[in-house]
Nanobody, 128 residues
């Protein structure tokens, strides 16, 4: 059974940085898409970043381009989301998601419907 567990959520000041991690268990092959989504109070869940673990450049939402970076650690079977220059509007519950299997980067979008497995989420709060 595939399970995703996020960690690293915290409360930070605007302008600060934070790194989230997502550990995958139950699947180790790199033929998959991994993504980060977030959901702010009263808003719909939105895609933040997506990555195909066998290559291709990551995809980012316009709202986080230049500030957030997604990376992978194959040895630990984890992905991370480095978040810099955080803004109050980045406050949300952040979710990790996986599309398994995936054979190319074309399916690695930031659309919720592309993903089959989800973590429980981790809270990020950015205060002004």
């Amino acid at each position: 059974e595939v399970q995703l567990v996020e960690s690293g959520g915290a409360s930070v000041q605007a302008g600060g940085s934070l790194t989230l991690s997502c550990a995958t268990s139950g699947y180790t092959n790199s033929n998959r898409c991994m993504a980060w989504f977030r959901q702010a109070p009263g808003k719909e869940r939105e895609g933040v970043a997506a990555i195909f673990l066998r290559g291709n450049s990551p995809t980012y939402a316009d709202s986080v381009k230049g500030r957030f970076t997604v990376s992978q650690d194959n040895a630990k079977n984890t992905i991370s989301l480095q978040m810099n220059s955080l803004k109050p509007e980045d406050t949300a519950v952040y979710y990790c998601a996986a599309r398994i299997p995936a054979y190319n980067g074309l399916s690695c979008t930031t659309l919720q419907t592309a993903y089959y497995f989800w973590g429980q989420g981790t809270q990020v709060t950015v205060s002004s």
